[in-house]
């Protein structure tokens, strides 16, 4: 089965700064798929020039089978984009059903569909019963998971999250990871979390410095290096910690 993702010797360079260099992997239908580095490891880089957001300097990406430079309508078509940080404060005033219901036809939601694809992701998320709740007043788990049903309102391909759980306690994290995991979409994950890469990613690519250092499953990583935990695996590779910032 076609790639959903493609990315081949995926360069970006800022000035003298070489923030992405020569970066290769494939997301697979239905596959979680990791990008797990510290900050400054070119995670968003990498993210937002397959998002369409960001030109890559050199090399070449395809998403949903469609070049990224030549094809970026149809590639922003195809995909959900959850970045880190929440929605401007404006949105705040708002329920969270209304905000939903602004990012559906921001993604050109049939206007006859709309209201019930909002109940369907608000309660794929678990936050039917809060939907008329102002979002000032949801928790910062309760607001993650907000974006994260906003992300799925056109039913995308794929789902871009970029440290989707940055900043959240640790019951707040686990509980989005449960509905990440159900998803049922290809994922593409950004974290520096190393329990949220182990928990969620199928396959993960570690980065230092805008670098490929391995790629594989979780579970071969840490059997290869006869590793108990992706800490070990990346303190081994990358020569220094992955220090997290956990609530």
């Known amino acids: 089965m076609k790639a959903i993702v493609e990315a081949e010797r995926l360069s970006r360079a800022f000035g003298r700064r070489t923030a992405v260099d020569q970066l290769t992997f494939h997301v697979a239908p239905g596959e979680i798929f990791g990008l797990l580095g510290p900050n400054g490891a070119g995670k968003t880089t990498t993210i937002r020039m397959l998002a369409t957001l960001l030109p890559a ?40 059903r209304e905000k939903a219901e602004i990012e559906a036809n921001l993604y050109h939601v049939p206007r006859r569909r709309v209201r019930d694809r909002v109940a369907e992701v608000l309660d794929l998320v678990g936050l039917s019963d809060s939907a008329d709740r102002l979002v000032q007043e ?26 989707p759980t940055l900043g959240l306690d640790v019951q707040s994290r686990h509980h989005l990871w449960d509905h990440i995991r159900g998803l049922g979409v290809a994922v593409l994950l950004a974290t520096n979390y190393l329990d949220e890469a182990d928990r969620l990613c199928d396959r993960l690519t570690i980065l230092d410095h805008g670098s490929e250092v391995v790629t594989g499953t979780p579970a071969a990583l840490k059997a290869d290096l006869g590793a108990a935990s992706l800490d070990e695996v990346f303190l081994s590779y990358t020569g220094h910690a992955l220090r997290e910032e956990v609530a």
Not at 62 to 85: H, K, T
Not at 138 to 163: F, T, V
């Open 138 to 163: 949801y928790s910062g788990g309760m607001q993650k998971r907000l974006e994260l049903a906003c992300g799925l309102l056109h039913r995308p391909d794929l789902l871009i999250l970029d440290e």
């Open 57 to 96: 300097t050199s090399g070449a990406a395809r998403v949903c089978g469609f070049d990224v430079a030549s094809r970026p309508a149809e590639v922003r078509r195809r995909i959900g984009y959850v970045q880190q940080a929440v929605s401007p404060m404006g949105f705040y005033l708002l329920t969270g």
